[in-house]
């Protein structure tokens, strides 16, 4: 049986983000790669643009599917022993009102950190 690998795509410049990926790192069983947005190339591949990547989490799964913002962050806890109780974050009714409070604090979040270095002005 091949191996299945996901990806996981995050801001290695994020104070916050990077504290996660680390106790993700101890606690995954290995079958979940960890990639830094800022060292990949932009453009290259089927990876959708930095700021695209940057604005939500995104994990390629094994199979090539793209898994973006909350459910990515489910899937990734979901490759280490605690996995379970992340996935009451799915149901419905608790995925609708999750969902746009990551949402929020995503938007907040890019619009800090990045809305100037790549010309976007707009408020989210």
């Given at each position: 049986m091949?191996?299945?690998?996901?990806?996981?795509?995050?801001?290695?410049?994020?104070?916050?983000?990077?504290?996660?990926?680390?106790?993700?790192?101890?606690?995954?069983?290995?079958?979940l790669?960890?990639?830094?947005?800022?060292?990949?190339?932009?453009?290259?591949?089927n990876?959708?643009?930095?700021?695209?990547?940057?604005?939500?989490l995104?994990l390629?799964?094994?199979?090539?599917?793209?898994?973006?913002g909350l459910?990515?962050?489910?899937r990734?806890?979901?490759?280490?022993?605690?996995?379970?109780?992340f996935?009451?974050?799915?149901?419905?009714?608790?995925?609708?009102?999750?969902?746009?409070?990551?949402?929020?604090?995503?938007?907040?979040?890019?619009?800090?950190?990045?809305?100037?270095a790549?010309?976007?002005?707009?408020?989210?």
């Amino acid at each position: 049986m091949e191996p299945r690998y996901d990806t996981l795509f995050y801001d290695g410049q994020c104070p916050l983000c990077a504290k996660e990926i680390r106790t993700l790192r101890k606690l995954q069983r290995g079958n979940l790669i960890f990639a830094d947005i800022h060292e990949q190339r932009d453009g290259s591949g089927n990876l959708p643009s930095h700021e695209t990547l940057l604005r939500r989490l995104h994990l390629m799964t094994w199979t090539g599917e793209w898994v973006i913002g909350l459910p990515a962050n489910v899937r990734a806890w979901s490759h280490t022993p605690y996995g379970f109780l992340f996935k009451p974050l799915l149901w419905p009714g608790i995925f609708q009102i999750a969902s746009r409070i990551y949402g929020r604090w995503a938007d907040k979040r890019y619009e800090r950190k990045y809305a100037c270095a790549f010309g976007d002005n707009e408020a989210a």
